[in-house]
């Protein structure tokens, strides 16, 4: 306690309430203690201090809602022209940036003394360096654990702020796995000569040091910096040694011209391509394509390490039989010939017979010639036809995969037996894979019948049994049993000692998506966020279901009412996954869709139909337009349409949906309940308000089916029931829905804020 407050204190000497005013105008408070308030928040204790400010962890204190936050204070001691400047220039840098790895603002003002303070998001975390460290990460886990980190400081170069004190402590690991980048405290605008000189020894690049105006080249260096000291004394690779140095280069000119350039070769260094830091010798390519992740390698089908596997296990078993020399060098033959003359000269460009072929062709050219090649060697045969067909699946190649799936799960069982581990893989594989609406019918008994099978065989406490599990938990959402889904998924937790960590992420992912189905948003974002640490930590973040937990992060914002987070979110994560899938992958269309969404509900419903547009076109083409996804993204973009006015539009897209549901007669309950839900708002919207009374009333049926009781898609339709009621023949019983409908809903956010405001107005009428 300051020595001011000792004498303001009840009883001492100043307590009056004039001498309090007086004191506090002629001796302001320099620092703030445990339970003093600033704003609406109450100091809790101080986290940090440095020459622009003193950082306090605080909690909310006006009984609003919970929230703990990061308070920067700046103390009277400091509070010169220049100081005062750079700390309403860190509050308003930070205002303009809006990324889920930057600590975000979250209020500031004045204290009753005139103080200036911000508070900002509390990251409860290690610095980064020491999170590696005690998390033993591997140096690829270290790389995408800064990845994010680097985008951040993209987004911020790209709004023109430099941030000029990128170090380890001010990048910190929370709970859930995340880097957030903090301190602003000596960001600048580019090119700003009169910005103050300020650096942190040891973190400051050349020109800096030097007194240079700030430049994105700077946090380029300053980058580079981060990453030497968080690999450590790891041993890595000479591609990512290469990197770093370039990004540390002594002058601007050598390093990268931008943070994106710079992201872009640490992608390549884990994808196993080479880098632009470093020019790579023809023996170093064919390294790296040896190395090379299936899904990401131009050549990505199967790689040269994982044959060697195959070739040397079936050695090592064929041994123990009176012919084991011969065959095992047939085996080693057969594998040899299918990389070097099917496999190979369609992926090296050195090779004859290669050009500019796709991945995909790829890959489905060489199912037919596994079975010509290998039709006397099935178990060979098997193995192969189960990398591609996995490789297939990543790609997107559903009906070839399946293809490639079945047979090596008759080959595999053919020569190993029906309860080998390699041929349960295959048919869960196969089962995962099924999005048809024919196949999806038939997923849950397929699941059930392999799970018999493989408890028969491995044991019911076996991982690959969580992994059938999980599918089976998958199974009950797309047949839209979301109570049910989140009941399989609760159950698969008690087992979370024995489930893998790549499994346990799968679960988590699952259980988000059926909690926000259920409008349990809160529950759905944690564990979203608790399977994208988990799958980032496991595979990277940029392996595919990281990236579909981003997909559940957003949904759950979206929620939530957060539009502008999600939005922000998908853009992101449209653009990753049309890297590493292709613009017309089923998951990157998933996110385009959720984008136009998102859009449309965050009040940008012209740009959120043409993202549908693109969803529902591109779905129609891959998946055909009698699938019921199309009809989903077809009804959502009729949502879009009416909100942007557009009736006559609207009403197409919803004639193409109930085309398209047309020939699923009985199922897919969700894509029909939002076909109905918006052919009622078009009427409504038309000033056809029997028909739309009517319509609600369909809608609240199916939904009633669909939903538990309470759901605020209930409510909604309840109040667009009452408000074509009071437009219609029941005014009073329309008003008396409506306002129901409103006081259960509360100050909830709805994509339908426009109905909302409408139904307001109605319930006002006296």
């Not at 306690?1 to 204190?9: I, K, V």
Request: neutral net charge.
């Amino acid at each position: 306690m300051s020595p001011l407050d000792r004498l303001l204190e009840p009883g001492r000497l100043f307590q009056g309430a004039l001498v309090q005013s007086l004191l506090r105008e002629r001796w302001p408070t320099r620092e703030l203690h445990p339970g003093q308030a600033v704003g609406p928040f109450r100091v809790v204790r101080e986290l940090a201090r440095g020459g622009m400010g003193i950082v306090y962890l605080a909690r909310r204190a006006d009984g609003e809602y919970e929230q703990t936050v990061a308070v920067k204070w700046l103390p009277c001691g400091a509070q010169g022209d220049e100081r005062l400047a750079q700390f309403r220039r860190e509050r308003q840098i930070l205002a303009g940036l809006s990324h889920p790895h930057i600590a975000r603002l979250v209020d500031g003002g004045r204290s009753d003394d005139g103080h200036l303070w911000f508070a900002m998001e509390h990251v409860d975390g290690l610095a980064v360096d020491r999170h590696a460290d005690v998390c033993a990460l591997s140096w690829r886990e270290r790389v995408n654990l800064l990845l994010p980190i680097v985008e951040a400081v993209q987004f911020a170069h790209g709004r023109l702020v430099v941030h000029r004190d990128i170090k380890p402590s001010n990048v910190l690991v929370d709970a859930e796995g995340r880097a957030k980048l903090l301190d602003f405290g000596i960001a600048a605008c580019t090119a700003d000569d009169a910005a103050r000189a300020a650096f942190t020894p040891g973190y400051a690049s050349p020109e800096q040091r030097a007194g240079a105006p700030p430049d994105v080249a700077g946090d380029i260096w300053q980058l580079g910096r981060l990453f030497e000291v968080v690999l450590g004394d790891a041993r890595v690779p000479a591609d990512l040694a290469a990197v770093v140095a370039k990004a540390r280069a002594p002058t601007p000119a050598e390093r990268y011209p931008s943070a994106s350039a710079l992201r872009a070769d640490l992608a390549r260094v884990l994808a196993y391509r080479p880098v632009a830091a470093w020019p790579a010798s023809l023996a170093h390519r064919v390294e790296l394509r040896v190395r090379a992740h299936p899904l990401v390698a131009l050549g990505g089908a199967l790689t040269l390490v994982a044959f060697v596997a195959v070739v040397a296990g079936f050695m090592l078993n064929l041994a123990r039989q009176r012919d084991a020399a011969e065959r095992a060098r047939n085996v080693a033959v057969a594998v040899n010939r299918f990389i070097n003359d099917d496999l190979l000269p369609g992926t090296d460009p050195v090779r004859p017979g290669s050009g500019d072929i796709r991945v995909v062709e790829l890959l489905a050219g060489a199912l037919d010639k596994v079975e010509r090649r290998l039709a006397d060697m099935p178990e060979v045969a098997g193995e192969i036809n189960l990398g591609l067909g996995r490789s297939l699946a990543g790609l997107g190649r559903y009906d070839a995969a399946d293809l490639a799936l079945g047979r090596a799960a008759a080959q595999l069982a053919a020569t190993r037996g029906a309860g080998h581990d390699s041929v349960l893989r295959a048919r869960l594989a196969r089962i995962q894979i099924r999005i048809g609406d024919r196949q999806m019918k038939a997923m849950e008994a397929d699941t059930l019948a392999l799970r018999h099978d493989a408890v028969a065989a491995i044991g019911a406490d076996a991982p690959l049994v969580a992994e059938i599990d999980s599918q089976l938990a998958r199974a009950a959402f797309l047949r839209d049993d979301f109570t049910l889904c989140r009941t399989r998924f609760d159950a698969l937790l008690t087992r979370h000692e024995s489930i893998p960590r790549a499994v346990l992420a799968d679960i988590y992912l699952g259980l988000s998506v059926c909690e926000a189905r259920l409008g349990d948003a809160v529950p759905a974002l944690a564990h979203a966020r608790q399977a994208h640490a988990l799958s980032a930590l496991e595979s990277g973040a940029d392996h595919p279901l990281t990236l579909e937990t981003g997909i559940a992060i957003e949904t759950a914002l979206t929620a939530l009412g957060r539009y502008d987070e999600a939005v922000a979110e998908l853009r992101d994560i449209v653009a990753r996954l049309g890297r590493r899938y292709g613009e017309e992958h089923p998951t990157t269309l998933t996110a385009v869709h959720d984008l136009g969404f998102t859009l449309t509900c965050a009040g940008n419903p012209v740009e959120g139909a043409q993202w549908l547009r693109r969803a529902a076109d591109d779905r129609g083409r891959v998946m055909g337009r009698d699938h019921p996804w199309f009809a989903m993204s077809q009804a959502v973009l009729a949502m879009a349409l009416i909100g942007s006015g557009d009736l006559d539009a609207a009403a197409g897209a919803l004639d193409a949906a109930d085309t398209a549901l047309a020939a699923h007669p009985g199922g897919n309950a969700l894509a029909r309940l939002a076909t109905l839900h918006n052919r009622a708002d078009l009427a409504l919207a038309a000033g056809r308000n029997d028909d739309a009374a009517r319509l609600f009333a369909r809608a609240l049926a199916d939904a009633a089916a669909i939903y538990p009781p309470g759901h605020q898609r209930l409510t909604m339709l309840e109040l667009g029931r009452g408000l074509a009621l009071s437009r219609g023949t029941d005014p009073d019983a329309g008003r008396v829905l409506v306002v129901d409908a409103l006081a259960r809903l509360g100050d909830k956010p709805d994509c339908r804020a426009g109905r909302i405001a409408q139904a307001r107005q109605v319930a006002a009428v006296r």
